[in-house]
């Protein structure tokens, strides 16, 4: 037997068996989740990483928080996905407890960001005199590489234990690994008494973290019971911490209660979405309800949105602005260039304005003539200047007038020559 343990080099995941009927549908939902998931922690962290003024306790928290996100989630949807597309579904030993430890890490790391929340939230509303002080920027940081690194490590401690272990089995029914579930093909239970102790003392750490929520809640209720202006600040920052803080509590006491207990009643289908939904509505739900909850971020996405449509709008009109820019100018004959019969004898001009273009603006030239001078602001051309191949035209200045005559035949001449009117 100890012969066939060693063997063991891949564990075989047996939780998708059920799913061979459906899976092309179930991994078009599932990459949708993903990107889904991806693009909105993804705008929350850029948006607070470029903008100064939300380089805040709060908003460094919620780009942690999102950022976790990402780093959790990475280590489920594309092992999955491509399970989805596996005929065998297969998972190496060593990959089996590197995605326990993220998986971990990530729940564990959750809990701490939302602890670090709830206390920054009884600062900045029970003692907003030692706000600043107590949560500057250098410390929430710290704080924060704290929340990642500590159950990064406790759960590294997990997984060493059950890594020492001689496993009889190397089948798992799960859809992902899970380090209790590695532990229960233990060949000799009583090997697994360490992997137990410590895997307790870490429920009630973070059991602990719970603890210290609800202590700093009390504390804000009662502050915001008597105070208008502080019930303002609790439905604004403090209701979408709360949500996100029941919907991850509730995901993680659903999980755990099926992986310790492993009702056998339930169905399987909804047993394997149980275990998965810590992976899917915590990273999906919390970058919205603080997008669409807290007032600076949803006006920087708001800014964001109408700038794109407004330069969009701009180029635009850009694009149609020379149909009414200046005054229009007839067409002149390609080979001549000689008068426009289209200008009334009387006025001489070459150029006639509509009504729904500006005067005094620049026309473009034609084809094969061209014209460079601007037309004054009010015009008052006077003449026709032509000879054959010649085509001019003369305006009025406040101090004289302009004759400037260009040649259709050779290289183009300009001649100009002022004269006082």
Not at 205 to 218: E, N, R
Request: aromatic share 10%; with cysteine.
């Amino acid at each position: 037997m100890m012969n066939n343990v060693s063997m063991i080099l891949v564990f075989f995941l047996s939780g998708l068996d059920e799913t061979r009927n459906y899976r092309s549908p179930l991994f078009f939902l599932t990459l949708m989740c993903y990107i889904v998931i991806v693009l909105a922690n993804v705008c929350v962290v850029l948006i607070i990483i470029l903008n100064n003024d939300l380089h805040e306790p709060m908003y460094i928290l919620l780009c942690a928080f999102c950022l976790n996100s990402l780093y959790g989630t990475a280590g489920f949807y594309p092992k999955f996905l491509w399970d989805l597309l596996s005929p065998v579904h297969v998972i190496s030993y060593s990959g089996c407890f590197l995605q326990a430890q993220v998986l971990y890490s990530f729940a564990c790391s959750d809990l701490s960001i939302l602890t670090l929340m709830a206390y920054d939230r009884y600062l900045a509303i029970c003692q907003p005199l030692k706000y600043h002080s107590l949560m500057s920027k250098q410390r929430v940081i710290t704080l924060v590489c704290f929340a990642w690194l500590t159950p990064f490590c406790i759960i590294a401690v997990n997984i060493i234990l059950a890594s020492r272990l001689k496993l009889c089995s190397p089948y798992l029914n799960r859809l992902i690994c899970l380090t209790w579930s590695i532990v229960m093909l233990a060949c000799f239970p009583a090997e697994t008494t360490a992997n137990s102790i410590v895997a307790n003392l870490t429920i009630i750490i973070y059991s602990l973290h719970a603890v210290v929520i609800g202590w700093s809640y009390l504390f804000l209720i009662k502050t915001c019971a008597g105070s208008i202006e502080n019930r303002k600040k609790f439905m604004q920052t403090c209701v979408p911490h709360l949500i996100s803080l029941f919907t991850f509590s509730a995901t993680l006491l659903f999980d755990g209660i099926y992986i310790r207990l492993d009702s056998k009643n339930l169905p399987q289908t909804l047993k394997y979405f149980v275990s998965i939904e810590f992976l899917i509505i915590p990273p999906i739900m919390n970058p919205l309800i603080y997008g669409f909850k807290l007032t600076k971020i949803r006006n920087k996405i708001v800014t964001l949105a109408t700038s794109d449509t407004g330069s969009a709008s701009e180029g635009l009109a850009d694009t149609s602005g020379p149909v009414c820019e200046g005054a229009t100018q007839a067409a002149v004959p390609a080979t001549e260039g000689a008068t426009q019969a289209s200008v009334p004898a009387t006025e001489g001009t070459l150029f006639t304005q509509t009504p729904a273009c500006q005067r005094g603006t620049q026309v473009d030239s034609p084809p094969v003539c061209e014209i460079g001078t601007q037309v004054g602001s009010p015009p008052a051309l006077l003449g026709l200047v032509g000879t054959l191949g010649v085509v001019g035209f003369v305006e009025t200045t406040s101090v004289g007038f302009l004759i400037e005559t260009t040649s259709t035949q050779g290289p183009m001449e300009t001649l100009s020559s002022p004269a006082l009117f």
